[in-house]
Protein backbone atom coordinates (compact mmCIF):
# COMPACT_ATOMS: atom_id res chain seq x y z
CA UNK A 1 0.00 0.00 0.00
CA UNK A 2 1.33 3.55 -1.41
CA UNK A 3 1.61 6.16 1.84
CA UNK A 4 1.52 9.72 1.68
CA UNK A 5 2.67 12.68 3.83
CA UNK A 6 -0.21 14.65 5.20
CA UNK A 7 -0.24 18.14 4.39
CA UNK A 8 3.11 17.70 2.46
CA UNK A 9 2.13 18.68 -1.18
CA UNK A 10 -1.01 19.22 -3.30
CA UNK A 11 -0.08 16.07 -5.85
CA UNK A 12 -0.14 12.89 -3.67
CA UNK A 13 -2.71 10.40 -3.32
CA UNK A 14 -3.67 6.96 -2.69
CA UNK A 15 -6.66 4.57 -2.81
CA UNK A 16 -8.15 1.87 -0.60
CA UNK A 17 -10.49 -0.21 -2.38
CA UNK A 18 -12.81 2.69 -3.61
CA UNK A 19 -11.90 5.39 -1.38
CA UNK A 20 -9.31 8.40 -2.84
CA UNK A 21 -7.20 9.85 -0.43
CA UNK A 22 -5.79 13.34 -1.89
CA UNK A 23 -3.32 15.26 0.08
CA UNK A 24 -3.07 18.71 -0.12
CA UNK A 25 -1.41 21.68 2.04
CA UNK A 26 -4.26 23.09 3.91
CA UNK A 27 -6.54 19.94 3.44
CA UNK A 28 -7.05 16.49 2.83
CA UNK A 29 -9.93 15.00 0.60
CA UNK A 30 -11.75 12.12 0.68
CA UNK A 31 -14.24 10.84 -1.68
CA UNK A 32 -14.94 7.72 -3.07
CA UNK A 33 -16.74 4.84 -0.76
CA UNK A 34 -14.91 1.25 0.42
CA UNK A 35 -16.87 -1.35 2.44
CA UNK A 36 -14.80 -3.02 4.67
CA UNK A 37 -15.63 -6.52 4.75
CA UNK A 38 -15.29 -8.73 7.62
CA UNK A 39 -12.56 -10.98 6.00
CA UNK A 40 -8.80 -10.46 5.65
CA UNK A 41 -9.00 -8.46 2.70
CA UNK A 42 -11.61 -5.95 5.06
CA UNK A 43 -9.31 -5.87 7.74
CA UNK A 44 -6.60 -5.17 5.75
CA UNK A 45 -8.00 -2.31 4.10
CA UNK A 46 -9.12 -1.44 7.89
CA UNK A 47 -5.70 -1.20 8.62
CA UNK A 48 -4.80 0.86 6.03
CA UNK A 49 -7.17 3.18 6.66
CA UNK A 50 -6.25 3.29 10.31
CA UNK A 51 -2.76 3.93 9.42
CA UNK A 52 -3.67 7.07 7.39
CA UNK A 53 -5.94 8.60 9.82
CA UNK A 54 -3.61 8.23 12.89
CA UNK A 55 -0.65 10.02 10.66
CA UNK A 56 -3.18 12.89 9.92
CA UNK A 57 -4.40 13.01 13.73
CA UNK A 58 -0.15 12.75 14.54
CA UNK A 59 0.97 15.80 12.27
CA UNK A 60 -2.07 17.84 13.27
CA UNK A 61 -1.31 17.66 16.72
CA UNK A 62 2.41 18.27 16.28
CA UNK A 63 0.82 21.78 14.29
CA UNK A 64 1.82 24.66 17.55
CA UNK A 65 -0.28 27.33 15.55
CA UNK A 66 -2.97 25.42 14.40
CA UNK A 67 -5.60 27.92 13.13
CA UNK A 68 -9.53 27.47 15.00
CA UNK A 69 -10.67 26.75 11.04
CA UNK A 70 -8.67 27.79 7.58
CA UNK A 71 -10.56 30.37 5.58
CA UNK A 72 -12.81 28.93 2.43
CA UNK A 73 -11.21 29.05 -1.04
CA UNK A 74 -11.69 32.34 -2.88
CA UNK A 75 -14.74 32.23 -5.14
CA UNK A 76 -13.38 32.54 -8.54
CA UNK A 77 -14.77 35.91 -10.30
CA UNK A 78 -17.56 35.61 -13.18
CA UNK A 79 -16.61 36.97 -16.63
CA UNK A 80 -19.11 37.32 -19.21
CA UNK A 81 -20.16 34.37 -21.75
CA UNK A 82 -18.76 35.37 -24.88
CA UNK A 83 -20.50 32.91 -27.14
CA UNK A 84 -23.82 33.73 -25.58
Not at 54 to 59: A, F, N
Not at 67 to 75: C, L, R
Request: aromatic letters at 4%; hydrophobic letters at 40%.
Amino acid sequence: MATLKPFADDSASVGIGGLTIENGTDKIALYGNTDLTRDKAGLQQARALKVLVDQIVSTLEAEKNLPDQIAPPDTPDEIANPFA
